[in-house]
């Protein structure tokens, strides 16, 4: 199966076992026609669904430009694409540790300067040059995260990693076959109203409300998502049931930090609403790593278990 080719915070590829049981039955019994993933990230379930339901039309759409770039890009011209990350990467293997941060920060420098100047709306040669970029920074950074500051400014610093995979030509390949059937859309999660058909699923995984202030990382667009924006998600998925539009949501679950934290509990009171195992993969510190619970929120009822 096709896995994501970006490591993305709040991925959801560890967890896919776990949310692949609580998918629509009506998806197994053919009823579902179309799939819509608003904040697409870094597309683990949107692989997942694309190889066990090929016949479903998908649709995709993510805030963040840097991503529908990439997206658009393999899905356009990934030959191009495997042949500037197989440069970089040749590249990168010929330098000592030293010269390979040195190089990490030159590109990364190259990327922001680049930014002011990008055009997004209009595709053309310089995304792939710009994909190949983001790929290897993705790989080689800390922590695989893409994060940036206010000023929209990418700002991860190196890792540390023997032989990252900065090229992975069956993947990407196996990544571009699935999006030639796939519908790639930039913008806010609210415009698939306007894209909605019946008999459509729509999974929404946007980024989590912080479980404290400390531990915040939404940071994969300037503008940030804080409360008011998970109000408006929930006052969408309202709307959506009232059309029969069967949907799935993934949040932080409070409980993990304070028990008496019932923000979800509440909003999305008239759904269902269950607690699954995850692992905390995004900290700086190993040992702050481990069990946690996550959110899942659902308009239906998931088959039997």
Not at 123 to 149: H, K, Q
Not at 222 to 230: I, L, T
């Amino acid at each position: 199966m096709a896995k994501p080719f970006l490591k993305w915070a709040g991925g959801k590829r560890q967890l896919l076992p776990i949310l692949q049981q609580y998918l629509p039955p009506q998806l197994a019994r053919g009823e579902i026609e179309h799939y819509f993933e608003p904040f697409v990230g870094g597309g683990a379930v949107l692989w997942a669904i694309a190889c066990q339901f090929p016949q479903v039309q998908r649709t995709i759409f993510d805030l963040n430009p840097e991503l529908i770039m990439a997206y658009t890009t393999i899905q356009r011209d990934v030959e191009a694409l495997i042949e500037q990350l197989a440069i970089l990467q040749t590249h990168y293997f010929t330098l000592t540790p030293p010269q390979q941060s040195q190089y990490y920060y030159q590109i990364r420098a190259q990327f922001n300067e680049q930014r002011q100047t990008f055009d997004f709306r209009c595709y053309d040669s310089p995304w792939i040059e710009r994909t190949a970029m983001l790929i290897f920074l993705n790989r080689t950074c800390f922590n695989g995260l893409f994060r940036v500051n206010s000023q929209g400014d990418f700002n991860v610093p190196v890792g540390r990693y023997k032989n990252p995979k900065i090229c992975d030509r069956p993947n990407l390949t196996q990544v571009s076959q699935i999006l030639q059937g796939t519908q790639i859309n930039q913008g806010d999660f609210t415009q698939i109203e306007t894209r909605i058909k019946p008999k459509s699923f729509v999974y929404f995984d946007p980024p989590y409300r912080p479980l404290n202030r400390t531990a915040s990382f939404n940071a994969y667009a300037s503008q940030g998502f804080d409360e008011g924006d998970q109000i408006r998600l929930k006052e969408l998925c309202d709307r959506l049931h009232h059309q029969g539009i069967l949907f799935m949501v993934s949040n932080s679950d409070p409980h993990n930090i304070d028990p008496q934290d019932n923000f979800f509990d509440h909003l999305y009171g008239d759904y269902q609403i269950i607690r699954i195992p995850a692992t905390r993969m995004i900290n700086s510190r190993a040992q702050k790593r481990g069990p946690i619970h996550e959110l899942l929120i659902f308009n239906y009822d998931p088959p039997s278990r």
